[in-house]
């Protein structure tokens, strides 16, 4: 699978616009997830492995080698972190955190009538 670049035909859209490369990056097993376990702070491999509840080594090296070809995170010597674009993106995604504990509730509160 190659990694999904604006301009590129990616998964779903032979039109090349960034919005769909971006789509079926996020769309890629763990992509989002290691995103969004970076917004706390730089880990090491190991450690981003565990708060990504022990994602397979080789999946987490797959990812990682994407989303640092696609700027969105580094790795530094306190081991990978948000890039500047990474930390742009979670600050997109992140209202969706809290919609989603909203859409949970709501769900919950409906399977109770």
Same mark, same amino acid.
């Given at each position: 699978?190659?990694?999904?670049?604006?301009?590129?035909?990616?998964?779903?859209?032979?039109?090349?616009?960034?919005?769909?490369?971006?789509?079926?990056?996020?769309?890629?097993?763990?992509?989002?997830?290691? &995103?969004?376990?970076?917004?706390? =702070?730089?880990?090491?491999?190991?450690?981003?492995?565990?708060?990504? %509840?022990? +994602? *397979? @080594?080789?999946?987490?090296?797959?990812?990682?080698?994407?989303?640092?070809?696609?700027?969105? &995170?580094?790795?530094?010597?306190? =081991?990978?972190?948000?890039?500047?674009?990474?930390?742009?993106?979670? %600050?997109? +995604? *992140? @209202?969706?955190?809290?919609?989603?504990?909203?859409?949970?509730?709501?769900?919950?509160?409906?399977?109770?009538?």
């Amino acid at each position: 699978m190659t990694i999904p670049l604006p301009g590129a035909q990616v998964r779903g859209s032979k039109t090349g616009k960034p919005i769909m490369a971006l789509l079926d990056l996020l769309g890629r097993t763990w992509a989002l997830g290691i &995103i969004w376990n970076l917004h706390s =702070g730089p880990a090491t491999f190991r450690e981003l492995q565990q708060r990504c %509840e022990k +994602i *397979s @080594p080789t999946l987490l090296n797959t990812r990682l080698k994407e989303l640092k070809k696609l700027k969105l &995170i580094e790795s530094q010597q306190a =081991g990978y972190q948000l890039s500047p674009q990474g930390i742009d993106l979670f %600050e997109i +995604i *992140s @209202p969706l955190g809290d919609w989603s504990s909203q859409w949970a509730k709501i769900l919950k509160e409906e399977s109770k009538s």
